[in-house]
């Protein structure tokens, strides 16, 4: 063979070995760089998906649509686009896989979208979503019953899954955000009408004219609903609730970071943070809003229900942890029914001429009180006052020891216990009542142009300044 064809055949096959690795990182950038959502599937109602380069466009043709999917994540560059009829369509997507769904890019839509993963529903730094209303869930949603175009209740049930819904990125809808499962955790930003975290095995959602309303119907081990980022409620209402088994004594309702709603009508502006079943609720951050806030719940009469009673049954305790400011424009409620509050700050604000209530079964004041409306203190065995209290009108109530170690103040003042000990001042602008069901000890001071405590109060004489009435036991 000719000499120069042999070294053009060596020359062609040294090119083509050179070239064939490039040729491959190729291809593996390329399959690398697609489109994370994968085989999406239309299983119920009309519509069509597209995809061109690294978006994916939806088009819904029916109210509603059930789309399934193998992959559901969303990359940093990437996005995925609903087009729907109308503001009130719904579309359930549902991933098949074993994996958890994330989500880094842009996920948009006109309308309601429900994402559904067993595994679990993460948003990351870089997710940006923009919806009318957001579900993200581990719990199942049967098909026939969200194609119902007459249901108005949605029953969402165990999948058996343990996966977190969680977000760090921002969220944006103009109806309900609703992330929902065994734990439900924001570290982002989510703006929107009404927003719930609501951890359970199961969920019944009311269909509303502007989004959902999610009530909790199941209880899940390791639950957690917890906030430390921002949610923010434009004329509507926030929600952390718990439904938890098996987490006794264990933090279950948690906020390090801000909530705030503001209000519109007489069904909005409230902000709820309730367990039922086993665990506690820790508050720090900043709540606020212009109507109330409402920790614990349980079927215990409180004057700021309705009703005279809570829904939820919490049996354990809260705390208001020392960074912590409440401030609400209708009202104030903390409440558990047998475990223990503690109020490590006393940024506790009910708004003018309304009421803070706090009852459980110990109630421990840590931290200064200071604020212009009433202030009622309910507790089922001891409450213990270690900080000063200043307020319009204060009344406490201990089934065992009232212990006030702390001047308390106000227009005005009555206290309530078993045993009744006053080791600080007692200051009233008109009365200051003191009853007690077996002894009173005064060594700290009574002032007021009246005061009424029990005929055999200790150390009553020289220690008062006001007319005294005295009441027999």
Do not use: C
Request: without cysteine; glycine residues 12%.
């Amino acid at each position: 063979m000719d000499r120069n064809k042999i070294q053009n055949r060596q020359a062609q096959q040294a090119l083509r070995l050179a070239v064939i690795p490039s040729l491959l990182a190729l291809v593996i950038g390329y399959s690398g760089s697609a489109l994370a959502v994968q085989s999406g599937v239309v299983v119920a109602g009309s519509g069509s998906i597209g995809t061109k380069g690294a978006n994916t466009t939806v088009s819904q043709l029916s109210d509603k649509m059930v789309v399934n999917w193998k992959s559901f994540d969303i990359g940093k560059n990437e996005s995925v686009t609903f087009n729907q009829p109308t503001s009130s369509s719904a579309v359930l997507n549902r991933v098949t896989s074993a994996d958890p769904t994330r989500i880094n890019g842009a996920l948009t839509a006109n309308g309601r979208v429900f994402v559904v993963n067993p595994s679990g529903v993460m948003f990351g730094k870089a997710a940006k979503v923009d919806v009318g209303s957001l579900v993200a869930t581990t719990l199942n949603v049967d098909d026939k019953q969200f194609m119902n175009s007459g249901a108005q209740v949605l029953n969402l049930e165990d999948h058996q899954g343990s996966g977190v819904v969680s977000n760090d990125g921002q969220i944006h809808a103009t109806e309900t955000v609703a992330l929902l499962g065994s734990q439900a955790i924001n570290r982002g930003t989510i703006r929107a009408k009404d927003v719930t975290l609501g951890a359970a095995s199961g969920v019944s959602m009311e269909t509303t004219d502007s989004g959902y309303k999610v009530n909790l119907t199941g209880a899940a081990r390791d639950a957690l609903a917890a906030n430390y980022g921002e949610i923010f409620a434009q004329n509507g209402n926030i929600e952390l609730s718990a439904a938890a088994t098996g987490a006794a004594l264990a933090t279950v309702v948690k906020n390090t970071g801000t909530l705030e709603a503001t209000m519109a009508g007489p069904h909005s502006g409230d902000i709820l943070l309730a367990s039922s079943n086993d665990g506690s609720i820790s508050v720090g951050g900043n709540l606020k809003t212009e109507g109330s806030i409402e920790i614990g719940s349980a079927s215990y009469y409180s004057p700021l229900a309705s009703g005279g009673e809570y829904a939820l049954d919490n049996s354990h305790g809260i705390t208001i942890a020392k960074n912590a400011t409440l401030d609400a424009g209708s009202g104030l409620a903390i409440v558990t029914k047998s475990g223990d509050v503690v109020l490590n700050s006393g940024a506790l604000n009910g708004g003018v001429d309304t009421t803070t209530y706090v009852a459980g079964n110990n109630i421990t004041v840590n931290d200064r009180i200071v604020n212009s409306g009433r202030v009622y203190l309910d507790g089922g065995q001891d409450v213990t006052i270690n900080a000063p209290i200043k307020v319009d009108s204060l009344k406490v109530v201990a089934g065992g020891n009232l212990v006030q170690n702390s001047n308390v103040s106000g227009d005005d003042v009555s206290l309530h216990g078993g045993d009744v000990t006053l080791n600080g001042v007692v200051k009233a602008n008109n009365e200051i009542e003191i009853a007690a069901d077996r002894t009173t000890v005064l060594n700290g001071k009574l002032k007021a142009p009246s005061i009424v405590v029990p005929e055999d109060t200790q150390n009553l004489a020289g220690n008062t300044a006001g007319n005294v009435i005295t009441t027999p036991l």
